[in-house]
């Protein structure tokens, strides 16, 4: 063989390699995340998902590639950061909570769909029902809205002597309205007064941390919201040093010191949203999976938080606890 083919048959083979790396790489299916949250008060739940994938027979880095999209409770990047993902293009996209399940579901009707959210999905546009959702979208119904008055009767039988309850919600929030006035119809059966907090900021929350001793509320409710979720750490501190028994939406608060949470097992959830989308990669349609909703919900108490409060937990509470933080 002369120099000059040697050469031009080195150069192509080398050319190739890279090209058939690229063909190989491409060939890994992409899910994309998108979450209105920050990753730091997220990391939990991210590590469930990517336990449903593992459960499924993914690995991340492997067999299938993640891109994540946060929106750090800015709402209103979620329908850029969902168009970038179809563009990308990825396989699956998985959103988290609500504004960001909206936001993907304006971005494509192609690309398959797993949610996790707190509200009905039927009653939001997600889906036509729940056992048949139609379309490309499904996904994991968290209810987190419609235990506002649970959570306010939990409290109540921690704190009884608390007449006037500090509900703390974010009116960017699409189940703003739906948590207060799930709140206020039990606040009437309970004898308690209600004060609603809007807080979309940090600037309102300071201004909320900042009340009057006089005014103080003797008990607060923190309604699920992915902007108080990244507050956690201050609410939990303001709340001690204040001696204000609070209410939380996640085991997470109290695991971090918090009082008592009540809610769903949200790992739980996002470990099957991680499921669902291994399903459709390997060819299911999200029309075929219907939305399913939680079957056990928790109820967190920190005991240590309640000494600091100088409260006596009820044994009847202590026996419906699901978990006692000691």
Same mark, same amino acid.
């Given at each position: 063989?002369?120099?000059? +083919?040697?050469?031009?048959?080195?150069?192509?083979?080398?050319?190739? #390699?890279?090209?058939?790396?690229?063909?190989?790489?491409?060939?890994?299916?992409?899910?994309?995340? $998108?979450?209105?949250?920050?990753?730091?008060?997220?990391? +939990? =739940?991210?590590?469930?998902?990517?336990?449903?994938?593992?459960?499924?027979?993914?690995?991340?880095?492997?067999?299938?590639? $993640?891109?994540?999209?946060?929106?750090?409770?800015?709402?209103?990047?979620?329908?850029?950061?969902?168009?970038?993902?179809?563009?990308?293009?990825?396989?699956?996209?998985?959103?988290?909570?609500?504004?960001?399940?909206?936001?993907?579901?304006?971005?494509?009707?192609?690309?398959?769909?797993?949610?996790?959210?707190?509200?009905?999905?039927? %009653?939001?546009?997600?889906?036509?029902? &729940?056992?048949?959702?139609?379309?490309?979208?499904?996904?994991?119904?968290?209810?987190?809205?419609?235990?506002?008055?649970?959570?306010?009767?939990?409290?109540? %039988? &921690?704190?009884?002597?608390?007449?006037?309850?500090?509900?703390?919600?974010?009116?960017?929030?699409?189940?703003?309205?739906?948590?207060?006035?799930? !709140?206020?119809?039990?606040?009437?059966?309970?004898?308690?007064? !209600?004060?609603?907090?809007?807080? @979309?900021?940090?600037?309102? $929350?300071?201004?909320?941390?900042?009340?009057?001793?006089? *005014?103080?509320?003797?008990?607060? &409710?923190? @309604?699920?919201?992915?902007?108080? *979720?990244?507050?956690?750490?201050?609410?939990?501190? #303001?709340?001690?040093?204040?001696?204000?028994?609070?209410?939380?939406? *996640?085991?997470? =608060?109290?695991?971090?010191?918090?009082?008592? @949470?009540?809610?769903?097992? +949200?790992?739980? @959830?996002?470990?099957?949203?991680?499921?669902?989308?291994?399903?459709?990669?390997?060819? %299911?349609?999200?029309?075929?999976?219907?939305?399913? *909703?939680?079957?056990? =919900? %928790?109820? !967190?108490?920190? $005991?240590?938080?309640?000494?600091?409060?100088?409260?006596? !937990?009820?044994?009847?509470?202590?026996? &419906?606890?699901?978990?006692?933080?000691?």
């Amino acid at each position: 063989m002369r120099r000059r +083919e040697f050469i031009t048959l080195l150069g192509g083979a080398a050319a190739a #390699w890279p090209l058939a790396a690229r063909a190989q790489q491409s060939a890994r299916p992409v899910i994309g995340f $998108l979450h209105q949250g920050a990753p730091e008060t997220n990391k +939990e =739940f991210i590590a469930a998902f990517r336990q449903g994938l593992r459960q499924s027979g993914y690995l991340e880095g492997q067999n299938v590639t $993640l891109e994540f999209h946060w929106a750090e409770a800015r709402y209103d990047r979620l329908p850029g950061l969902a168009a970038d993902l179809v563009r990308r293009p990825v396989d699956v996209m998985v959103a988290a909570y609500l504004p960001a399940a909206l936001a993907a579901k304006s971005a494509t009707g192609a690309i398959p769909t797993v949610f996790v959210i707190g509200s009905d999905p039927v %009653e939001v546009g997600l889906v036509a029902s &729940l056992n048949r959702p139609t379309g490309n979208v499904t996904g994991i119904m968290i209810l987190h809205a419609t235990l506002g008055a649970k959570r306010l009767e939990l409290l109540h %039988e &921690l704190a009884p002597a608390a007449n006037i309850i500090a509900l703390l919600v974010n009116p960017a929030n699409r189940n703003a309205e739906i948590i207060i006035k799930d !709140v206020q119809t039990a606040a009437l059966t309970l004898g308690q007064k !209600v004060q609603t907090f809007n807080i @979309s900021s940090d600037r309102d $929350l300071e201004a909320f941390f900042a009340t009057p001793m006089q *005014q103080r509320p003797g008990a607060l &409710l923190v @309604s699920p919201d992915t902007f108080l *979720q990244g507050r956690r750490h201050q609410l939990i501190a #303001w709340a001690g040093r204040q001696g204000v028994p609070t209410m939380y939406y *996640q085991r997470e =608060f109290v695991a971090a010191g918090g009082l008592i @949470s009540y809610g769903p097992i +949200e790992k739980d @959830s996002f470990r099957l949203a991680g499921i669902y989308a291994a399903r459709i990669l390997k060819g %299911e349609k999200p029309a075929s999976l219907p939305v399913m *909703q939680p079957t056990k =919900f %928790e109820l !967190v108490i920190n $005991l240590a938080a309640a000494k600091a409060l100088g409260l006596d !937990v009820p044994t009847k509470l202590l026996a &419906l606890a699901d978990e006692v933080i000691e």
